[in-house]
Protein backbone atom coordinates (compact mmCIF):
# COMPACT_ATOMS: atom_id res chain seq x y z
CA UNK A 1 0.00 0.00 0.00
CA UNK A 2 0.73 3.86 0.29
CA UNK A 3 1.77 3.95 -3.48
CA UNK A 4 2.95 7.72 -5.18
CA UNK A 5 3.32 7.76 -8.73
CA UNK A 6 4.73 10.22 -11.43
CA UNK A 7 5.00 11.16 -14.52
CA UNK A 8 6.26 11.69 -16.45
CA UNK A 9 9.70 9.99 -15.14
CA UNK A 10 11.61 11.90 -17.16
CA UNK A 11 11.12 15.16 -19.47
CA UNK A 12 13.09 16.81 -21.99
CA UNK A 13 11.72 20.59 -23.18
CA UNK A 14 12.71 23.48 -25.13
CA UNK A 15 13.32 26.66 -23.11
CA UNK A 16 10.51 28.55 -22.92
CA UNK A 17 8.21 26.24 -23.06
CA UNK A 18 5.96 24.84 -19.94
CA UNK A 19 6.00 21.49 -18.84
CA UNK A 20 3.52 19.14 -16.49
CA UNK A 21 4.34 17.09 -14.05
CA UNK A 22 1.85 14.77 -12.08
CA UNK A 23 2.09 13.67 -9.05
CA UNK A 24 -1.12 10.37 -8.07
CA UNK A 25 -1.72 8.72 -4.89
CA UNK A 26 -2.83 5.26 -5.76
CA UNK A 27 -4.16 3.76 -3.22
CA UNK A 28 -4.85 6.48 -0.48
CA UNK A 29 -6.10 9.76 -0.16
CA UNK A 30 -3.92 12.59 0.19
CA UNK A 31 -5.12 16.75 1.40
CA UNK A 32 -1.72 17.44 1.18
CA UNK A 33 1.34 16.56 -1.06
CA UNK A 34 4.47 18.49 -1.00
CA UNK A 35 7.01 19.12 -3.72
CA UNK A 36 10.75 19.22 -3.74
CA UNK A 37 13.32 20.05 -5.89
CA UNK A 38 16.65 18.18 -6.28
CA UNK A 39 19.69 19.27 -7.94
CA UNK A 40 22.30 17.19 -8.86
CA UNK A 41 25.09 15.42 -6.05
CA UNK A 42 22.34 18.04 -3.50
CA UNK A 43 20.05 17.18 -1.02
CA UNK A 44 15.82 17.74 -1.21
CA UNK A 45 14.51 21.00 -1.11
CA UNK A 46 10.89 21.99 -0.26
CA UNK A 47 9.15 24.00 -3.18
CA UNK A 48 5.64 24.10 -2.12
CA UNK A 49 3.10 22.49 -0.08
CA UNK A 50 -0.33 21.42 -1.85
CA UNK A 51 -3.15 21.26 -0.09
CA UNK A 52 -6.28 19.92 -1.78
CA UNK A 53 -9.29 22.55 -2.58
CA UNK A 54 -6.51 25.26 -1.84
CA UNK A 55 -3.77 27.60 -2.44
CA UNK A 56 -0.56 26.04 -2.89
CA UNK A 57 1.76 27.19 -0.07
CA UNK A 58 4.85 27.88 -1.08
CA UNK A 59 8.44 27.93 0.08
CA UNK A 60 10.85 31.88 0.51
CA UNK A 61 12.53 32.10 -3.14
CA UNK A 62 10.02 29.77 -5.17
CA UNK A 63 8.15 31.88 -7.64
CA UNK A 64 4.72 30.67 -7.43
CA UNK A 65 4.11 32.32 -10.70
CA UNK A 66 6.75 29.70 -12.09
CA UNK A 67 6.01 26.66 -10.71
CA UNK A 68 2.21 26.51 -10.51
CA UNK A 69 0.59 23.64 -8.24
CA UNK A 70 -2.57 22.64 -8.83
CA UNK A 71 -4.20 19.92 -5.96
CA UNK A 72 -7.64 19.47 -7.98
CA UNK A 73 -8.25 16.11 -6.02
CA UNK A 74 -7.61 14.24 -3.28
CA UNK A 75 -5.18 11.63 -5.38
CA UNK A 76 -3.72 14.65 -7.92
CA UNK A 77 -1.60 17.39 -7.77
CA UNK A 78 0.06 18.88 -10.46
CA UNK A 79 3.44 20.93 -10.94
CA UNK A 80 3.64 23.21 -14.22
CA UNK A 81 6.95 24.81 -14.90
CA UNK A 82 6.33 27.65 -17.09
CA UNK A 83 8.54 28.66 -19.53
CA UNK A 84 11.30 26.66 -18.48
CA UNK A 85 14.79 27.54 -18.53
CA UNK A 86 17.99 25.26 -18.44
CA UNK A 87 18.33 26.00 -14.80
CA UNK A 88 14.98 24.87 -14.35
CA UNK A 89 16.53 21.15 -15.06
CA UNK A 90 16.25 19.10 -12.10
CA UNK A 91 15.02 16.31 -10.14
CA UNK A 92 11.49 16.88 -8.88
CA UNK A 93 10.15 14.61 -6.43
CA UNK A 94 6.60 14.73 -4.79
CA UNK A 95 5.41 13.30 -1.42
CA UNK A 96 2.21 13.13 -0.19
CA UNK A 97 0.79 12.09 3.24
CA UNK A 98 -2.48 10.01 3.62
CA UNK A 99 -5.42 11.38 4.84
CA UNK A 100 -6.63 8.68 6.72
CA UNK A 101 -3.76 8.16 9.13
CA UNK A 102 -3.47 9.16 12.54
CA UNK A 103 -1.05 9.66 15.51
CA UNK A 104 2.87 8.92 14.79
CA UNK A 105 1.77 7.46 11.29
CA UNK A 106 0.55 10.84 9.85
CA UNK A 107 3.69 12.02 9.63
CA UNK A 108 4.66 9.89 6.92
CA UNK A 109 5.18 10.89 3.99
CA UNK A 110 5.35 8.92 0.75
CA UNK A 111 7.56 9.51 -2.04
CA UNK A 112 6.99 9.35 -5.83
CA UNK A 113 9.60 7.62 -8.07
CA UNK A 114 10.74 11.65 -9.56
CA UNK A 115 10.57 13.57 -12.92
CA UNK A 116 13.61 14.29 -13.73
CA UNK A 117 13.32 17.53 -16.33
CA UNK A 118 15.85 18.53 -19.05
CA UNK A 119 15.27 22.23 -20.66
CA UNK A 120 17.72 22.27 -23.54
CA UNK B 1 13.99 26.56 12.42
CA UNK B 2 14.58 23.28 12.13
CA UNK B 3 18.23 22.10 10.47
CA UNK B 4 19.50 18.97 9.77
CA UNK B 5 23.62 18.65 9.45
CA UNK B 6 24.97 15.26 7.83
CA UNK B 7 29.08 16.53 8.21
CA UNK B 8 29.91 13.11 6.37
CA UNK B 9 29.57 14.07 3.11
CA UNK B 10 30.92 11.08 1.57
CA UNK B 11 32.46 7.74 2.95
CA UNK B 12 33.69 4.70 1.39
CA UNK B 13 34.47 1.02 3.11
CA UNK B 14 35.22 -2.02 1.98
CA UNK B 15 32.32 -4.75 1.88
CA UNK B 16 32.24 -6.27 5.35
CA UNK B 17 33.18 -3.65 7.21
CA UNK B 18 30.52 -1.41 9.79
CA UNK B 19 29.86 1.87 9.27
CA UNK B 20 28.07 4.54 10.89
CA UNK B 21 26.12 7.63 9.32
CA UNK B 22 25.97 10.49 11.64
CA UNK B 23 23.03 12.89 11.97
CA UNK B 24 22.44 16.15 14.11
CA UNK B 25 19.38 17.87 13.98
CA UNK B 26 18.19 21.33 15.83
CA UNK B 27 14.52 22.16 16.38
CA UNK B 28 12.80 24.07 19.17
CA UNK B 29 9.43 21.37 19.09
CA UNK B 30 9.26 19.00 22.11
CA UNK B 31 7.48 16.70 19.99
CA UNK B 32 9.15 16.07 16.17
CA UNK B 33 9.81 13.02 13.90
CA UNK B 34 13.20 11.92 12.43
CA UNK B 35 13.83 9.87 9.19
CA UNK B 36 16.08 8.19 7.63
CA UNK B 37 15.83 7.25 3.57
CA UNK B 38 18.16 5.78 1.11
CA UNK B 39 18.31 6.95 -2.66
CA UNK B 40 20.06 4.51 -4.63
CA UNK B 41 20.74 5.72 -7.88
CA UNK B 42 17.55 5.00 -9.23
CA UNK B 43 16.81 8.52 -7.45
CA UNK B 44 13.54 6.55 -5.54
CA UNK B 45 13.50 7.10 -2.03
CA UNK B 46 12.96 4.66 0.13
CA UNK B 47 12.03 4.86 3.56
CA UNK B 48 13.80 3.49 6.18
CA UNK B 49 13.12 4.55 9.66
CA UNK B 50 10.68 6.95 11.41
CA UNK B 51 11.79 8.03 15.15
CA UNK B 52 9.74 9.85 17.64
CA UNK B 53 10.82 12.55 19.73
CA UNK B 54 9.75 10.84 23.11
CA UNK B 55 11.36 7.06 22.13
CA UNK B 56 14.92 6.76 22.88
CA UNK B 57 15.22 3.48 22.58
CA UNK B 58 17.70 1.83 20.04
CA UNK B 59 16.75 0.44 16.89
CA UNK B 60 17.73 -3.04 15.03
CA UNK B 61 16.87 -3.88 11.84
CA UNK B 62 18.87 -6.86 10.56
CA UNK B 63 21.93 -5.32 9.46
CA UNK B 64 20.98 -1.50 10.22
CA UNK B 65 20.32 -0.14 13.73
CA UNK B 66 20.04 3.64 14.73
CA UNK B 67 21.17 5.20 18.19
CA UNK B 68 18.63 7.99 18.91
CA UNK B 69 20.51 10.57 21.40
CA UNK B 70 17.86 13.58 22.57
CA UNK B 71 20.92 15.24 25.10
CA UNK B 72 22.92 15.45 22.08
CA UNK B 73 20.33 15.88 19.42
CA UNK B 74 21.19 12.86 17.52
CA UNK B 75 20.17 10.37 15.34
CA UNK B 76 22.93 8.28 14.03
CA UNK B 77 22.37 5.02 11.46
CA UNK B 78 25.04 2.06 11.65
CA UNK B 79 24.95 -0.22 8.97
CA UNK B 80 27.02 -3.42 9.83
CA UNK B 81 28.77 -6.12 7.99
CA UNK B 82 28.34 -3.91 4.66
CA UNK B 83 27.40 -4.43 1.62
CA UNK B 84 28.01 -3.34 -2.57
CA UNK B 85 23.80 -3.02 -2.33
CA UNK B 86 24.03 -0.04 0.26
CA UNK B 87 25.72 1.85 -1.82
CA UNK B 88 23.64 4.68 -1.89
CA UNK B 89 23.37 8.59 -0.65
CA UNK B 90 21.29 8.72 2.75
CA UNK B 91 19.42 11.33 3.85
CA UNK B 92 18.24 12.04 7.15
CA UNK B 93 15.46 14.14 8.14
CA UNK B 94 12.79 16.15 10.70
CA UNK B 95 9.64 16.54 10.35
CA UNK B 96 7.88 19.61 12.10
CA UNK B 97 5.41 18.78 14.88
CA UNK B 98 2.35 21.21 13.69
CA UNK B 99 0.61 21.92 10.33
CA UNK B 100 2.26 20.75 7.31
CA UNK B 101 4.55 18.98 9.01
CA UNK B 102 7.32 19.40 6.33
CA UNK B 103 10.41 17.29 6.21
CA UNK B 104 13.61 18.88 6.45
CA UNK B 105 16.29 16.89 4.98
CA UNK B 106 20.29 17.07 5.64
CA UNK B 107 22.72 17.24 3.03
CA UNK B 108 23.00 13.64 2.52
CA UNK B 109 26.10 11.27 3.00
CA UNK B 110 26.99 9.19 -0.09
CA UNK B 111 28.31 5.81 0.85
CA UNK B 112 30.14 3.53 -1.67
CA UNK B 113 30.98 0.23 -0.42
CA UNK B 114 33.55 -0.90 -2.05
CA UNK B 115 33.69 -5.43 -3.36
Known amino acids: GAVVSQHPSWVICKSGTSVKIECRSL??????MFWYRQFPKQSLMLMAT?????????EQGVEKDKFLINHASLTLSTLTVTSAHPEDSSFYIC????????????????FGPGTRLTVT | AQKVTQAQTEISVVEKEDVTLDCVYETRDTTYYLFWYKQPPSGELVFLIRRNSFDEQNEISGRYSWNFQKSTSSFNFTITASQVVDSAVYFC????????????FGSGTRLQVQP
Open chain 1, 27 to 32: DFQATT
Open chain 1, 95 to 110: SARDAARQGASSYEQY
Open chain 1, 50 to 58: SNEGSKATY
Open chain 2, 93 to 104: ALSEDTGRRALT
